[in-house]
């Protein structure tokens, strides 16, 4: 027991560790699929079904579903670049969902998605 944990009665909790953020160097390094269907492999987009892994990319609402599923869970550059296309991501920029550190470690890598998202709002 720790001298903390003896003197409040609690036991500190571990930090928790955060996945690291994968960004890449430049843009045009993404060179997924900009049109057609992006189907997702199972280990980017584990909790959903085969058919629901399919993204349609002519409706943005889908890139952006898309791309938050592999922007949260790609563990190497390959995953975004086989997955991700660099012109549709700045087209769906303000559509994707994410937090606050991933947003901001893109944004500062490429200032092209912090001014498309700030025109957009």
């Not at 900009?34 to 980017?44: A, C, D, T, Y």
């Not at 995953?79 to 500062?108: C, F, M």
Request: charged residues 25%.
């Amino acid at each position: 027991m720790t001298a903390e944990a003896a003197t409040t009665g609690t036991v500190p909790r571990p930090r928790r560790t955060l996945r690291p953020v994968i960004v890449p160097p430049s843009l045009l390094d993404l060179h997924g699929p900009w049109i057609g269907v992006l189907e997702l492999p199972q280990r980017l987009c584990w909790s959903l079904g085969a058919e629901q892994r399919r993204f349609d990319l002519a409706d943005l609402d889908r890139v952006a579903s898309a791309y938050e599923y592999v922007l949260d869970a790609a563990r190497t550059p390959a995953d975004l670049a086989d997955h991700i296309n660099g012109w549709l991501l700045v087209a769906a920029w303000d559509r994707i969902g994410l937090d606050r550190r991933k947003r901001a470690a893109w944004e500062t890598a490429h200032p092209l998605l912090r001014r498309r998202a700030a025109t957009a709002a």
